[in-house]
């Protein structure tokens, strides 16, 4: 499993299973570390368990055996450092950006100058400054899973989950916002575990990729990917990248041995 530096990961799966019915294991034990400021995606076919597995690191679901440890703490349910976006966009269509944004702060108090001069400041980030004012069905799709990170983002969590955040977009778009996402994440050294499809999507971003296997979701490797940061689009056309992509479609089955 991961390499242990002594210190305390920032996350740590330890033999996490779960079963939605006794007949049916959706995810085997698995036992992995992300360690603070790293990048890990997972990818896997669909129905190998990744969101699942994110559910439960999010606390949103309870797992059958194992413990989710957050800093050395053990988590057991929606913790407000840990920032999630889902597979579909859960906007709320009649708050604006800026109001979609300010929500996870109003749920823990008041709204103040503070908050709003935050939010305007993730809706720069994000590139949505002048959409403030927009409501989400006036957003393209681009645009709506910007403004959910934005959201995801505002509590400043210390672990930013993302379930195929760009699923849905087309290519162009999904490239543009996965350098968004990189500038983000080492801007703020941002510690975030992804799950995509997408195994190219997986070693541009990641520092570390995990395959999960099916029934029932497993680990079936772990792979480093060591190409340099910062990266821009054109690593994806390196020797290094092709290698370490060619491996995670072997272990999934998708290169004949
Ligand atoms: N609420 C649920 N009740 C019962 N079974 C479920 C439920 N959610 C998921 N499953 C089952 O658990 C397994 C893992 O599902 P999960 O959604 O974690 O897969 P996934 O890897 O995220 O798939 P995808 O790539 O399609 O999103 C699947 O066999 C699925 O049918
Ligand atoms: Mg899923």
Known sequence: MSPQSGSLPLLRVERVSHD???????????????????????????????STLLRIIGGLLQPSTGVVWLDGARATEPHPQIGFVFQKTNLMPWRTALDNVLLPLELLGAIGPTQHSQARALLELVGLADFADAYPAQLSGGMAQRLVLARALVRHPR?????????????LTRERLNLELLRIQTGQRQTVVMVTHS??????LADRVLVLGEQPGRILAEIGVDLPRPRNLAVMGSEKFGAIATEIRRHIGLVEE
């Not at 672990?159 to 290519?171: C, I, M, N, Q, Y």
């Open 20 to 50: 939605y019915t006794p007949a049916t294991p959706a995810l085997a034990p698995v036992t992995f570390d992300v360690a603070e400021g790293e990048f890990v995606c997972i990818v896997g076919t669909s129905g190998s368990g990744k």
């Open 159 to 171: 672990l930013l989950l993302l379930d195929e955040p760009f699923g849905a977009l087309d290519a």
């Open 199 to 204: 195994i190219n999507e997986a070693v541009f």
